[in-house]
Antibody
Framework: EVLLLESGGGLVQPGGSLRLSCAAS????????MNWVRQAPGKGLEWVSA????????FYPDSVKGRFTISRDNSKNTLYLQMNSLRAEDTALYYC???????????WGQGTMVTVSS | SYELTQPPSVSVSPGQTATITCSGD??????ACWYQQKPGQSPVLVIY???KRPSGIPERFSGSNSGNTATLTISGTQAMDEADYYC??????????FGTGTKVTVL
């Protein structure tokens, strides 16, 4: 069974940092691009970052560029999101999602909640 | 930046057809996909590459994409189809873009 399990969320003060992890199982992790997608409470979905299977290329929307860093360790089948200079508007449920090559997200984790508040 | 617009809500009677639209500039030139999200659950891919259904998705879900509009159609809508639906496309400058979301209510 293909599974994605996020962890690392929590409460952090504005300006603080947090690192999220996503443990993958049930597929050849290194063959697939991976992403982070977030959803603020009661709001829609927002793509946050993407990384190629090798980890050689990364992509971000302007809203997080320069503050967030996506990375992966293919030997550990784990995806990461380092979040710095956090703002209240970064409060959301963060999902990791697998991209099969069709520019869609075919598998999603259950999400980990990040709350930025003083 | 690239934007995708959906109607906030769609209501449908059980057994009838629900149609959800997603509008974006020259969206028909890109691949569109659709996600279903029920309360408290993670999104589920129901349509990708405009018209394809992932394994396990019922045949009553279908998609199309032309011009500036992609459409998700749910034929013979069931109570279990009540959910939020999001379209999504990939753009060369904005990368992954989600639509604004549509709440489908089965009355």
């Amino acid at each position: 069974e293909v599974l994605l399990l996020e962890s690392g969320g929590g409460l952090v003060q504005p300006g603080g940092s947090l690192r999220l992890s996503c443990a993958a199982s049930g597929f050849t992790f290194s063959m697939y691009a991976m992403n982070w997608v977030r959803q603020a409470p009661g709001k829609g979905l927002e793509w946050v970052s993407a990384i190629t299977g090798s980890g050689g290329s990364t992509f971000y929307p302007d809203s997080v560029k320069g503050r967030f860093t996506i990375s992966r360790d293919n030997s550990k089948n784990t995806l990461y999101l380092q979040m710095n200079s956090l703002r209240a508007e970064d409060t959301a449920l963060y999902y990791c999602a697998k991209t099969p090559g069709s520019n869609a997200f075919d598998i999603w984790g259950q999400g980990t909640m990040v709350t930025v508040s003083s | 930046s690239y934007e995708l617009t959906q109607p906030p809500s769609v209501s449908v009677s059980p057994g009838q057809t629900a149609t959800i639209t997603c509008s974006g500039d020259k969206l028909g030139d890109k691949y569109a996909c659709w996600y279903q999200q029920k309360p408290g659950q993670s999104p589920v891919l129901v349509i990708y590459q405009d018209t394809k259904r992932p394994s396990g998705i019922p045949e009553r879900f279908s998609g199309s994409n032309s011009g500036n509009t992609a459409t998700l159609t749910i034929s013979g809508t069931q109570a279990m189809d009540e959910a939020d639906y999001y379209c999504q496309a990939w753009d060369s400058t904005t990368y992954y873009v989600f639509g604004t979301g549509t709440k489908v209510t089965v009355l």
